[in-house]
């Protein structure tokens, strides 16, 4: 109302020109286009209050739609609590006999590498006669491997036993015998020299497994080794120790090995009592 006011004497001024001195008219002109300045300046700030307000709007529609959400979620919280507390107990249950049989499989396993650890000084101790070459005893992922070259076994080529293998697979059958509880796998292996009989072995796949089959047959025939308790079997050129560019790297690779491990039907047991899903 002010600016108006103003605005109505500004013009009336204007309007009796003829009535005052030209001084008083330009402060009069002056005083108009000011008032003329201030309103635009006035409407300005109205149309960014305005702006201002309608964004305060929209947050307050968005902070109430977060609102909302959040008491939600809370009510649905609250309401399965009963549900969580079950779930965490039934998970605390398995976590505890996970844990227990954990602990039953390491104490498992340390039983053993014990009992692989000393089958295995027993065959050192009975082979210690034995050239290094010729024979190998190691412990190794849970079994004992036995690997016996081919040279003390067989003939080039050949998978018929020499008379000068019974002594050491005499010795290895008696440590075998001694541990009845375990398996044992016998294993045939070549160098990826190719054969070139017409008769058997055709190939390094019939070398090696006639190989591993004429070991358990000796071990089975001369020795009393339980065959059920043996596995033959050969895995060809497919499983070398060493390159076979080299004369020692192929006669590495043609080997038998003779693998002392506990019984399948054992490790079933230990499955059996896993602790279900």
Not at 76 to 105: F, H, M, P, R, W
Not at 112 to 137: F, G, H
Request: hydrophobic fraction near 35%; aromatic fraction near 4%; glycine fraction near 6%.
């Amino acid at each position: 109302m002010k600016i108006l006011k103003i605005l109505a004497v500004s013009a009336m001024a204007l309007g009796m020109t003829s009535c005052v001195s030209k001084k008083q008219y330009d402060a009069l002109s002056s005083n108009y286009k000011q008032c003329i300045e201030n309103i635009g300046e006035r409407q300005r700030e109205i149309q960014d209050l305005k702006s201002q307000n309608s964004a305060l709007a929209g947050e307050n529609n968005l902070l109430k739609s977060q609102h909302d959400a959040l008491k939600s979620s809370l009510d649905a919280c609250l309401s399965n609590t009963g549900k969580s507390s079950a779930n965490i107990d039934k998970l605390v249950g398995e976590i505890n006999s996970s844990n227990s049989y954990i602990k039953q499989l390491i104490s498992n396993n340390a039983k053993n590498d014990s009992l692989n650890l000393a089958l295995s000084n027993k065959l050192k101790r009975s082979l210690d006669n034995v050239s290094d070459e010729d024979v190998q005893v190691k412990v190794l992922k849970g079994v004992v491997m036995i690997s016996l070259s081919d040279k003390m076994l067989y003939k080039t080529g050949d998978y018929n036993i020499l008379p000068a293998a019974q002594e050491v697979l005499g010795k290895v059958a008696k440590v075998i015998n001694d541990y009845d509880k375990y398996s044992v796998l016998i294993e045939g292996n070549t160098d990826n020299a190719p054969l070139n009989s017409p008769n058997l072995p055709r190939d390094n796949w019939d070398l090696s497994a006639l190989r591993g089959t004429s070991v358990a047959k000796v071990l089975q025939t001369q020795f009393g080794v339980d065959p059920a308790r043996m596995t033959a079997g050969g895995r060809s050129e497919y499983n070398p120790k060493a390159t076979n560019m080299s004369v020692s790297g192929r006669s590495e690779n043609r080997r038998t090995e003779i693998i002392i491990m506990p019984k399948l039907d054992e490790f079933m047991k230990l499955m059996d009592i896993a602790p279900k899903k």
